[in-house]
């Protein structure tokens, strides 16, 4: 069985932004996920570079289009090396092997009747390279580029005979209901062919950059139809039949929305016109938005994945990507969610939980678990997660095949808290630590594997620290992503994965057109370098540091923040206000009526515009959330702790 996938091939008149990387994001984690089934799988991508934009971004640079295109490619490879996108196959549409194919298939179209000449005059986009029709546009603009004039052309061109096709193509639609998903897009396919397809062009007259009809070399073929059939090019047609024999037709094309048309309506027909199978199906996925604009250049509203990928590493851009938004609609992107979810799901949430199942079992077994009964209720769990993961990935809903292996993350770090292995060591229960230990264990490996295809490096990280001893690359869910029982595992402890991002550096979000201001406590107090040996201090100098004890009256969030609450506390003489970092660990309510400590003597601050007087203590593990610290409540408010 093999699978064949691929994704649109990207225009190279500008480097990729965050929309395009998407995309290939979201078909590296099906192939990655098709390869763990043990599916052999060719998984291609590429660039189109017979694009008018492209051999005018090239004439600006003052360069030799192809040289252009040259160096294009090198960005790109660099952009998908960086972000961890495991293609097998990168075609472009200048190379030889793409050439024959476009010119075989053009001529079997020919022969076939199928091509005619005729002329065109009409208007036509060159950011989208299509021949726009009068309804197309809305107050002369082209829907998609706002910004720019449609050109109005008049010239000789070939057109293929695509209302021949109207017929075949709708019984096709019919026959197979899965041909493009999701179904939103199938129903607005079908509205479109029940309401006719016109013929169109495929070629365009007097241009030089393109490859030319092979029965009127005068005429290079119009980059749509040049475009589309990388596919077939890609796996051998018109120069390795054998290998076209074994892997076409293709399994599965990942568009975006706005090229579905050409995905499953030209492109079929023109497979039909050559006598060839059509792909078993399209998926036409939706946009990433910036701050809720459509990303453009020209807008300021592009991102740069790179830049993205450099701030806090490309796992989290990755799972940012798959699991906030749902596989078939829009989504968006801005630094603030995106560093929420990064704290939550990943600092807090699955660091946490290996940072803590490292310590303990550092602690209480020298880090080697040996296994202790047959697997409780995280082994439950962790079952049911690997089937809806399994139907979640098959049907394509990335993000709940996602949701489904951060289950196993929350239900273990629910364990957790629950079964309290520091006091089962405290109270001797060996027998019963064993167990929960392990059973921690288990459920963070199958919780990596199952996150193989999205954070494939940082899976492997966690794999190798819970003692899965199995190559990633070598990984099978059907014999690794289930419960295993037996085996003694080796822990290994690490620097947090995801350290909170007020712990990393300020040297991302280069490139961002959205800088807003973040919500740091006191960055503006940052003491001045530390000594490389911590200075020790004496008892005078701590004693100056008072220290009492405070009672919660009141708690409230302060507005516009997500980390800051505004604290009433008796401190025994006084009543005063003080703002504490901690609300992402705390509710209000939580807090009101108990027994705290603050720093009584501290200068007073302002933070998000909130007077504060004292500070609060908490620990702050690192990657963790601040916990409170707590002094027995019959402490009356104003002793002071020494
Ligand atoms: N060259 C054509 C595709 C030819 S395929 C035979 C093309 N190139 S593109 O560079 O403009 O777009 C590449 C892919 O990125 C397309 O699938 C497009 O839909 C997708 N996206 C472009 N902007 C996007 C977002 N903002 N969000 C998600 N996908 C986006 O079209």
Known sequence: MHFYLTTAIDYVNSRPHLG?????????????????????????????????NVYKR?????????????????????????????????????????????????????D?????????????????????????????????????????????????????????????FKANPGFLRPENR?????????????????????????????FAPDNVVYVWFDALINYAAAVGYGSDEARFAEWWPADLHIVGKDITRFHTVVWPAM????????????????????????????????????????R???????LYLVKEISYGGDGDFTWDRYEERYNVDLANNLGNLVSRLSAMAEKFRASRLSPAGSGGRLAQVAEAALSRYRASMDA???????????????????????????????????????????????????????????????????????????????????????????????????AALWPRVEEATETGRAGSAERTRREEITVEDKPAAAPAEPARITIDEFMKVELRVAKVLEAEAVPKSKKLLKLKVDTGADQRTIVAGIAEAYQPEQLVGRTIVIVANLQPAKLMGVESNGMVLAASPEGGLPMLVAVDPSMPPGARVR
């Open 396 to 494: 394509l809903a990335l993000h709940e095949g996602v949701a489904a292996a951060f289950q196993i993350v929350d239900a273990a770090n629910e364990f957790i808290a629950e079964t309290a292995p520091w006091s089962l060591a405290k109270k001797g229960e060996a027998g019963r630590l064993d167990e929960v230990l392990f059973e921690v264990a288990e459920a963070v490996r199958v919780a990596a594997v199952l996150l193989r295809p999205v954070m494939p490096a940082s899976s492997a990280e966690i794999l190798q620290r819970v003692g899965e001893t199995t190559a990633p690359d070598a990984l099978r869910l059907d014999r690794d992503g289930r419960w295993r029982s037996e085996g003694v595992r080796q822990i290994a402890k690490g």
């Open 312 to 318: 806090l590493g490309p796992d989290p851009l990755r």
């Open 20 to 52: 395009t990387a998407y995309e290939k994001i979201t078909a590296d984690v099906i192939a990655r996920y098709k390869r763990l089934s043990g599916i052999e799988t060719h998984f291609l991508m590429g660039n189109d570079e017979h694009s008018q």
């Open 271 to 310: 497979l039909m016109s050559a006598g060839l199978a059509l792909p078993a199906q399209v998926f036409g996925h939706g946009w990433v938005n910036f701050g809720g604009q459509r990303m453009s250049k020209s807008l300021g509203t592009s991102l740069d994945p790179s830049d993205v990928a450099a």
């Open 58 to 110: 090239a004439l600006e640079r003052k360069m030799d289009p192809r040289a252009y295109c040259d160096q294009m490619e090198q960005e790109f490879r660099a952009v998908w090396k960086q972000l961890d996108i495991s293609f097998d196959d990168f075609i472009r549409t200048t190379e030889p092997r793409h050439k024959a194919a476009v010119q075989k298939l053009a001529q079997r179209c020919f």
């Open 112 to 172: 076939k009747g199928d091509i005619y000449e005729g002329q065109y005059e009409g208007w036509y986009c060159v950011s989208c390279e299509a021949f726009k029709q009068e309804k197309d546009l809305v107050d002369g603009k082209c829907l998609l580029h706002p910004t720019l004039t449609p050109e109005w052309i008049r010239e000789k061109n070939y057109f293929f005979r695509l209302s021949k096709y109207r017929e075949p193509l709708l019984e096709h």
């Open 186 to 214: 199938r129903n607005e396919m079908l509205r479109l062919l029940e309401s006719g397809l016109e013929d169109i062009s495929v070629s365009r007259a007097g241009q030089l950059w393109g490859i030319p009809l092979p």
